[in-house]
């Protein structure tokens, strides 16, 4: 199994630019969830997922879209790229909602 | 509001204990995670708890007190390779994850 993939590992955007944040599990889990990390600060939720067809707004979800079209795939989408969106993005999956998270290896994103 | 409360930083000797604490201020309880961070990887698992008392699992432990609002992370027997932040995690009533922003353990030789 490869657990959760997660890609890509770096990106560079450009104001106002978007782009796609791709993620894929192969543990069959209902719930999928995206997080970012900013230096001195916990996980933040972005969106959350829990079943193909859901999806939900976590803590910090404006500037960003999620689709839940399948078990196994959970994308983030980016549509106006910000300096504020500037973080290290991570998708993580579990089999039920107070399980253990198993989380992918994270997109280091950088907005300029 | 819903806060955790961790050291920002912590340094141990190798072969060493140390214990990193946890504080929070939830929305209702469902239980605390204890997650294990290396720099510029994913978080991994290392435990939870849901009843008060302590969890053991090899080197690592992991304690809560629900009446007091607080969990520690026990580690033993220090090893170089366990330098890493440690980030504690409470579900709320709402099964809603809130993170504490992790404490980062150095450890010397």
């Known amino acids: 199994n490869a657990g959760v993939t997660q890609t890509p590992k770096f990106r560079i955007l450009k104001i106002g630019q978007s782009m796609t944040l791709q993620c894929t599990q192969d543990?069959?889990?209902?719930?999928m969830y995206w997080y970012r990390q900013d230096p001195g600060m916990g996980l933040k939720l972005i969106y959350y997922?829990?079943?193909?067809?859901?999806?939900d707004k976590g803590e910090v979800p404006n500037g960003y879209n999620v689709s839940r079209s399948t078990t196994e795939d959970f994308p983030l989408r980016l549509e106006l790229a910000a300096p504020s969106q500037t973080s290290v993005y991570f998708c993580?999956?579990?089999?039920?909602?107070?399980?253990?998270?198993?989380f992918g290896s994270g997109t280091q994103l950088s907005v300029l | 509001g819903q806060n955790i409360d961790q050291p920002t930083e912590m340094t141990a000797t190798e072969g060493a204990i140390v214990q990193i604490n946890c504080t929070y201020q939830?929305?209702?309880?469902?239980?605390l995670f204890w997650y294990q961070q290396h720099a510029g990887e994913a978080p991994t698992f290392l435990s939870y708890?849901?009843l008060d008392g302590l969890e053991e699992k090899g080197r690592f432990s992991s304690f809560l007190s629900r009446s007091k609002g607080y969990s520690y992370l026990l580690l033993k027997e220090l090893q170089m390779k366990d330098s890493a932040s440690y980030l504690c995690?409470?579900?709320?009533?709402?099964?809603?994850?809130?993170w504490g922003a992790g404490t980062k353990l150095i450890i010397k030789p």
């Open positions: 993580a999956s579990s089999y039920s909602e107070n399980e253990k998270l198993f």
């Open positions: 708890n849901v």
């Open positions: 939830t929305s209702g309880f469902n239980g």
């Open positions: 995690a409470v579900m709320d009533s709402n099964y809603q994850l809130i």
């Open positions: 997922s829990v079943g193909a067809g859901i999806t």
């Open positions: 543990m069959n889990h209902n719930y």
